[in-house]
């Protein structure tokens, strides 16, 4: 029994009471040891694991009215909310600090001379060439595993001028990354995984007040008169 009675508030109660589900929800915070979004995650679980059972209690209070249980809810609520919003923020700005430390490290080992312009020419020439064979894709794959400036010149171009679809021009790059920038390329996949998880912070903190107290009866508890 909770204070709102819904199949959906009642999941979200039960799952904010595990671990496990609040991973799925707020993230695993060792995956990031050493870093700020270590703290921004273990904020925002420590504030929900705290919280969402006091929640659940008031349901259960024999002391409060339920205008005053609903009240007591949205005090808690808002607790929550501030930390989980905060951190949201938090993990933001480190998604995009990820991102461009790894774009950083990536634009450093991935440069082309361009000295070189008529041979990236030939290259891209050639990639076009090979584009159309059957075996074409393979033969470029057998290209780029060896050669920095091959794999630079496919991710610094415009994709229209390889010839080749979005997809596989990105799997040859990506392949490339993880073989002559593979510190950059992790840094970039955090800074994605950061920004994602700030996304689900965003849901969580709309989820918050619909699951755990109703507004209306929260509200009628600012009209109590103190003696």
Same mark, same amino acid.
């Given at each position: ?17 595990? %671990? $496990? ?19 921004? !995650?273990?904020?925002?679980?420590? @504030?929900? @694991?705290?919280?969402?059972?006091? !929640?659940?209690?008031? @349901? ?5 009215? /339920?205008?005053?249980?609903?009240? @007591? ?6 607790? !929550? ?10 993990? %933001? $700005?480190?998604?995009?600090?990820? $991102? ?5 490290? !990536? ?8 000295? =070189? ?36 010149? /496919? ?21 490339? /990354? ?18 994602? /998880? ?24 600012? =009209?109590?008169?103190?003696?």
């Amino acid at each position: 029994m909770y204070l709102v009675n819904s199949p959906e508030a009642a999941d979200f109660m039960v799952g904010m009471g595990s %671990e $496990t589900r609040r991973k799925v929800a707020l993230g695993d915070k060792a995956k990031f040891q050493g870093t700020a979004a270590f703290n921004h !995650i273990s904020s925002a679980h420590n @504030a929900v @694991a705290e919280g969402i059972p006091k !929640i659940a209690a008031l @349901a259960q209070d024999p002391t409060r009215t /339920l205008v005053d249980q609903h009240h @007591a809810a949205r005090h808690v609520a808002n607790g !929550i909310y501030a930390v989980i919003t905060q951190a949201q923020a938090g993990l %933001e $700005t480190e998604g995009r600090a990820f $991102t461009k430390e790894g774009s950083g490290l !990536i634009n450093s080992v991935l440069v082309l001379d361009p000295s =070189r312009n008529l041979f990236h020419h030939r290259i891209l020439d050639w990639i076009e060439v090979q584009a159309g064979k059957p075996d074409g894709i393979k033969q470029i794959r057998e290209a780029a595993k060896d050669n920095s400036e091959f794999v630079a010149l /496919l991710s610094l171009s415009p994709g229209y001028i390889s010839a080749l679809s979005a997809s596989t021009r990105e799997n040859i790059v990506e392949d490339g /990354l993880q073989r002559f920038a593979p510190e950059g390329l992790a840094k970039i996949r955090q800074g994605q995984e950061l920004t994602a /998880l700030a996304g689900k912070y965003a849901k969580f903190a709309k989820m918050l007040p619909v699951y755990t107290y109703n507004r209306e009866l929260a509200d009628q508890g600012n =009209r109590r008169v103190e003696i």
